[in-house]
Each structure stands twice: as structure tokens, then as C-alpha cells.
């Protein structure tokens, strides 16, 4: 649900609407991201911990083999 600051009489300008769209904007694409990182965490936290090891240790080798 979008909210926008109430603005009594003559304070709003004409760029008020531009920067409320724009701090609206990012604050819907920083919710998006904070929503990516948790469903990665939750992911992450249904492999086993040996599972994880395994991959770190392996894509390490590759790394360090190129």
C-alpha cells in the first residue's frame, strides 16, 4: 500500500511528487532485494552443512586450479 506524506498549504512545491515517486521507488526495490536475501538464507539453510562445505571446498580448488 503506497503512503504519501501529508503537506498543509503552501510548504508542497511542484517536485514534491517526483521526490515522493522516487523515495517510493527505492524504498519498493529495497523491500524486493530484503526479500531476495531471506528466501536465499532459508535456501541456504535446507542443505546440509557438509553439503555447503562440499561446495566451497570444490569451487575454492577450481579457483585456485585456474
Not at 526479500?35 to 538464507?41: Q, R, S
Amino acid at each position: 500500500m503506497r503512503k504519501q506524506a501529508r503537506v498543509d498549504g503552501d510548504a508542497a512545491t511542484e517536485g514534491d511528487g517526483d521526490v515522493r515517486e522516487a523515495l517510493f521507488a527505492r524504498v519498493t526495490e529495497c523491500w524486493a532485494r530484503l526479500e531476495d536475501v531471506v528466501i536465499e538464507l532459508h535456501a541456504v539453510h535446507e542443505f546440509r552443512e557438509e553439503t555447503i562445505l562440499h561446495r566451497v571446498r570444490a569451487n575454492e580448488q577450481a579457483l585456485l586450479d585456474d
